[in-house]
Structures are given as C-alpha cells and as structure tokens.
C-alpha cells in the first residue's frame, strides 16, 4: 500500500533552517508529482510546493518563494524541503502528498519557529 513517511520537524528560531524529508513507498514513485502542504493551527491545509515526477520543474506559494527549495531523489524514493529564513508563521505541520485520482498524505512533522 502507498505509504509516505515525513521526517526532520523541530523546533527552530527565526531565521533558521530546516530540511524535511518525505520517503515513498508502495508506489512507483517516479512516475509521480508530489507535493509538500502545511496547515497551521486554526488554518486551512494548504499546497506550498510542488515538484514534477522528473524533479525538473517545481512551483511555490508566494509566502515560501525564495526561502523554501523543494528536491527529490527517485532512485531513494525521497523528497525533500529545505526551508531557509523561517519566521514565526511558517509554523505549521507540514505533509507530503502523492497527487492524484487518490490522493495520499504523510503523517505530517511538526515545525515550530519560535525564539
């Protein structure tokens, strides 16, 4: 079954770094899109970036361009976010998802940038 695992949430304080990882399996992980989402306490779940099956052409919310780089690794089955410059509102837990006629989520990690 399709299974995606998120690891690399913690506690940061502003202007931090984080790098989050998201491992696939139980589907051909090359073959997919995939997506990181965030959802903040009291906030809708929202896309944040996205990266093609080729890891080729990626796409971010306005909030994160230019601080948060989204990377994939298909021989690993892995995807990555490394996020740079946090501030307080990018407090969140964070997902990957595998987009589709099915969509499929993560766990979630928590990340909490707090001084």
């Known amino acids: 079954q399709v299974q995606l695992v998120e690891s690399g949430g913690g506690l940061v304080q502003p202007g931090g770094s984080l790098r989050l990882s998201c491992v696939a399996s139980?589907?051909?992980?090359?073959?997919?899109?995939m997506h990181w989402y965030r959802q903040a306490p009291g906030k809708e779940r929202e896309l944040i970036a996205s990266i093609d099956s080729r890891g080729r052409s990626t796409n971010y919310v306005d909030a994160v361009k230019g601080r948060f780089t989204v990377s994939r690794d298909n021989p690993k089955n892995a995807m990555y976010l490394q996020m740079n410059s946090l501030k307080p509102e990018d407090t969140a837990v964070y997902y990957c998802?595998?987009?589709?006629?099915?969509?499929?989520w993560g766990q979630g990690t928590q990340v909490t940038v707090s001084s």
């Open positions: 998802s595998r987009p589709g006629a099915n969509q499929y």
């Open positions: 139980g589907f051909t992980f090359r073959n997919y899109a």
